[in-house]
């Protein structure tokens, strides 16, 4: 109901709307406690190696004992593994811990929630490749701090709070059936412009690249996906960026290398991201650099079942969180894999670093030689007749390839995609395409570029 009197509304009480939201999420990033936790995190990104093991050996201790006295899952685990708090004392230690895994904080949800946290929380919930949804309590104040370390990621890059900003997101802030523009919508209250994938298509491209030129941006934030469709659009109808924003940050996908390339051209400006996940046991941050650095204020992010290999290690992201103790997620299994790279990063800063990071819950091919394949992305490099694809897995043996078509497009780029997966992914499956007029996304907005349905 609400939503449809939002759609039935004229233009100015659409903004007011989304201002009225935004005065709201405002105060839920930047409320009280914000200040602190930015001034902190600016400074403590300096640590030098000893600090920073100190720091989180002694954040670990607190957080077990803390969980161990409040928390039932925690305190029957402990016991049932004959375990003290005082025998975790090293960041080595946490080993002793058993792993914590989507199964668990499903079928232990109650067991898992500190009864003795009275600040408000939020309920929130990720739905994950399954698509079976995983609900956990996050406190306000954890969200405060979550913010304040994501805008030390902005500051990185000549960004302060505050800043205005225009974000592409899968957000339905102009209704879908709107003809004329604005293809936009305002919120004063935090100075952001929001713009509605669905409304990045061939006939709008004009009017939303006007508007992005009047400037007055310092950043862009959104999927990598849109962002990239949008730079797509715009050399296709060879439009130019006058005014660029200083950078542009994506989220909640990984971002491709290829999106990356032809994001940064069209908007003649840097592009980067961090590696976060809703349930924020853990985060970690690209520098000026590029590496990933763990913000080891926050949580610690583990590497289990590691392959080493010279500098680099291989293995599944365990995170622990030290800021939500609403529910604390301590060795939780978020399905993702990183590839840890031990060295000195020229930046200055001496949290662990990233090189590499793969999953966010995304889903992978099997190939007949039982190779698991994340990333399609290489063998599309000179598909340049190609404006967006799929990889979609049915049975084993074989993939399907959606393509939304350029009208270049011709049976030559068939032929140069089937070498393609030859060469590069195996030599032996089957490949079948499909042509869409466009793909479908997922509830939330998110695009996928890997669908697999093989149990
Ligand atoms: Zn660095």
């Not at 000893?50 to 720091?55: A, D, K, N, T, V």
């Not at 803390?66 to 080595?92: A, C, G, H, Q, R």
């Not at 406190?139 to 913010?147: E, L, P, Q, T």
């Not at 978020?334 to 020229?346: L, P, S």
Request: glycine fraction near 6%; proline fraction near 4%.
């Amino acid at each position: 109901m609400i939503n449809y009197l939002y759609q039935k509304s004229p233009i100015f009480v659409q903004n007011l709307v989304c201002t009225y939201k935004g005065l709201k999420e405002k105060n839920s990033r930047f409320g009280e406690g914000f200040q602190e936790y930015y001034d902190f995190l600016l400074k403590t990104q300096w640590y030098t190696r000893s600090q920073i093991e100190e720091y989180q050996i002694s954040r670990i201790r607190k957080l077990v004992k803390y969980v161990y006295e409040n928390v039932p899952y925690y305190n029957e685990l402990f016991k049932s593994e004959k375990l003290l708090p005082s025998d975790i004392n090293t960041l080595l230690d946490l080993n002793k811990i058993p792993v914590l895994t989507k199964e668990i904080v499903r079928n232990r949800y109650r067991d898992l929630i500190n009864p003795k946290y009275n600040k408000p929380v939020v309920k929130a919930h990720t739905s994950g490749s399954t698509g079976k949804a995983l609900n956990f309590l996050f406190s306000k104040d954890a969200i405060k701090y979550r913010w304040a370390l994501w805008f030390r990621h902005r500051e990185r890059f000549g960004i302060v709070p505050h800043d205005a900003y225009a974000t592409f997101t899968g957000l339905v802030a102009v209704p879908i059936n709107q003809k004329n523009p604005p293809f936009w919508r305002e919120n004063y209250a935090m100075k952001q412009t929001i713009f509605t994938m669905h409304h990045i298509s061939s006939g709008k491209i004009e009017s939303i690249v006007n508007r992005l030129n009047q400037g007055g941006f310092a950043y862009y934030s959104g999927y990598p996906s849109i962002l990239f469709s949008l730079a797509t659009l715009i050399e296709a109808y060879d439009l130019k960026i006058t005014a660029s924003p200083k950078v542009i940050f994506t989220g909640a996908e990984a971002l491709l290398d290829n999106q990356r390339k032809i994001i940064s051209r069209v908007f003649n400006c840097l592009v980067t991201d961090q590696y976060g996940f809703s349930e924020g046991a853990g985060n970690a941050s690209r520098c000026e650099h590029d590496l990933f650095h763990e913000d080891y204020e926050y949580g610690i992010l583990e590497c289990n079942n590691e392959k080493q290999n010279g500098i680099y290690k291989t293995g599944e992201i365990l995170g622990t969180g030290f800021t939500n103790l609403a529910m604390p997620f301590i060795r939780y299994k978020i399905g993702d894999t990183a590839t840890w790279v031990d060295k000195k990063c020229v930046c200055g800063r001496r949290s662990k670093t990233i090189f590499k990071i793969e999953g966010r819950n995304e889903d992978y091919v099997i190939t007949p030689e039982g190779n698991k394949i994340l990333r399609f992305d290489y063998i599309f490099k000179r598909a340049v007749n190609i404006q967006e694809a799929q990889i979609v897995q049915c049975k084993l043996g074989e993939i399907t390839i959606r393509i939304v078509k350029r009208p270049t497009y011709s049976n030559h780029d068939e032929n140069n995609l089937l070498n393609e997966v030859a060469k590069k992914v195996s030599p032996s499956l089957k490949v079948k395409f499909e042509y869409l007029s466009e793909i479908e996304r997922e509830n939330t907005g998110k695009y996928r570029s890997v669908r697999s349905y093989v149990k």
